[in-house]
């Protein structure tokens, strides 16, 4: 085909291979997450898991689970299922857990594990941005246009009303990992009906 923009070869062999770190911009949000989990102590958080066991198998380690959680949760990806498959397709999360791609039952089972620990990297990670001037409501735009002022209910804060937010923030919270739980046991429902009729 003349005259169009031409791709490489699929087999085409390259002597030195590209790293997937070339594929990942420096300020793609991956590297905040990789360097967000890095400076967290999973350990006081309440991750289990953390120091390996001296027999068995080795298992992965919470902050690589952790991470694909934080990826999946910003990239709308709630199913382990799915996080199972963007991990062996999608170059973002090759290079944020440096190629691993753990089965679908370890990443729920994580999520089932460190319900009260992901909540906390969820607060900590609040207060990071806070830190960082990130999230602010001191910003105003001004397009000449006229408000009437209302000092209600609902547009004043004290300090009951805020820790009244951050319970519900934390509800919320509970809330995206009961979804994900039962997406995940849907999910499985659905294969085990598929299975059924082609073992008879």
């Known amino acids: 085909m003349k005259r169009f923009v031409e791709g490489d070869d699929r087999k085409q062999v390259a002597l030195l291979p590209e790293c997937v770190d070339d594929y990942v911009g420096q300020d793609n949000p991956v590297r905040v997450i990789d360097a967000f989990v890095d400076?967290?102590?999973?350990?006081?958080?309440?991750?289990?898991?953390?120091?390996?066991?001296?027999?068995?198998?080795?298992?992965?380690?919470?902050g690589v689970v952790l991470m694909m959680y934080i990826y999946g949760y910003l990239n709308r990806i709630p199913s382990?299922?799915?996080?199972?498959r963007e991990c062996q397709r999608n170059v973002e999360l090759m290079w944020l857990t440096g190629r691993l791609a753990p089965d679908f039952k370890t990443i729920a089972d994580f999520r089932r594990d460190s319900g009260a620990a992901i909540r906390k990297v969820c607060r900590r990670f609040v207060e990071l941005c806070r830190g960082l001037?990130?999230?602010s409501s001191d910003?105003?735009?001004?397009?000449?246009?006229?408000f009437?002022?209302?000092?209600?209910?609902?547009?004043n804060y004290t300090a009951s009303?805020?820790?009244?937010?951050?319970?519900?923030?934390e509800e919320s919270e509970?809330?995206?990992l009961d979804l994900i739980e039962s997406a995940d046991r849907r999910q499985t429902l659905r294969e085990d009906r598929r299975a059924a009729p082609a073992d008879a």
């Not at 400076?39 to 919470?62: C, I, K, V």
């Not at 382990?80 to 199972?84: G, N």
């Not at 009437?148 to 547009?155: H, L, T």
């Open 174 to 176: 509970q809330r995206y």
């Open 80 to 84: 382990s299922r799915r996080l199972e």
């Open 148 to 155: 009437k002022a209302s000092n209600s209910r609902d547009m």
């Open 39 to 62: 400076e967290l102590d999973l350990t006081e958080l309440g991750f289990n898991g953390t120091t390996p066991a001296l027999t068995g198998r080795p298992s992965y380690h919470p």
């Open 133 to 135: 001037k990130l999230l």
């Open 161 to 169: 009303k805020i820790d009244k937010r951050q319970k519900q923030i």
């Open 139 to 146: 910003m105003v735009a001004i397009d000449g246009s006229k």
